[in-house]
Each structure stands twice: as C-alpha cells, then as structure tokens.
C-alpha cells in the first residue's frame, strides 16, 4: 500500500502542478495572482476529490486508520512539493510562501492541505471500503 500511496501522491503533485499552470496562464490575468490562488483551491479540492475517488480502490485501505495514514502520507509529500517547489524553482521567500498558508492575509492553501489529508477517509466512506 505504501508505494502505491506515494505514486498517487506523484499523480496528485503533477496534477496539481497542470492545474497551477493553467491558473496562471487563464486565471490570474483576469482576476490576479493573488485572487487566482485563492479561487484555485476549490478546484483543487475537487481534482484531489477526484483522484482520491479513481485511485482508493487500487489502493485497498482496509481500515480508516490505513485511510488516514495514506492521507498523511500524501500531505507529507504534498507539503515538501509545495515548499521545495517554492524555495528552489521559483526562489520564493518563506514570507511568500508562508502567506499561502495565512488566512488573515488570504492564504487558503492550508485549508486544501486539510482537504488532500481528510481525502482517502472521505472517500473510503462515502464508497463504503471500510
């Protein structure tokens, strides 16, 4: 279950990173990177919904506890994407990526981190796996 839960992971990370593209080039030209971002956690809810529906069947939890370690496996993951991603391609500082995270100053990325860890025991519930 372990490796199969990390190649999810990597769809979910490219996903996302094809998701984020296209946030940029149709997006933040309308409404601006910062509302862009903003907006782009919905869909992102919905496409990591989405994957998480497709893939935990393949992934047979067969507990909500093997549900919730795949969610922590995938928001580990997530979280050294979203940063190394951050820090070493787009040399952003750690205020500018820490502001993603800050709901006083907009940042809703954290409450998508909660919907990718809350993800496989969702959707292991709402398919009835356990």
Known sequence: MLIRALLVCGLIALAETVHGILRVRLLNR????HRARQLSVGT???LI???AWFTLPWLAPA???DAW???GLWLAGMLTFEISLGRFVFHASWER???DF???RGG??????LVLFFAPWLVGRWRGLF
């Open 30 to 33: 309308r409404v601006g990177d």
């Open 44 to 46: 992102a809810s919905l």
């Open 49 to 51: 919904l989405t994957i």
């Open 63 to 65: 507990t909500p506890s």
């Open 69 to 71: 370690a795949i969610g």
């Open 97 to 99: 990526i820490l502001s």
């Open 102 to 104: 800050d709901l006083r």
């Open 108 to 113: 809703l990325l954290g409450f998508g981190m």
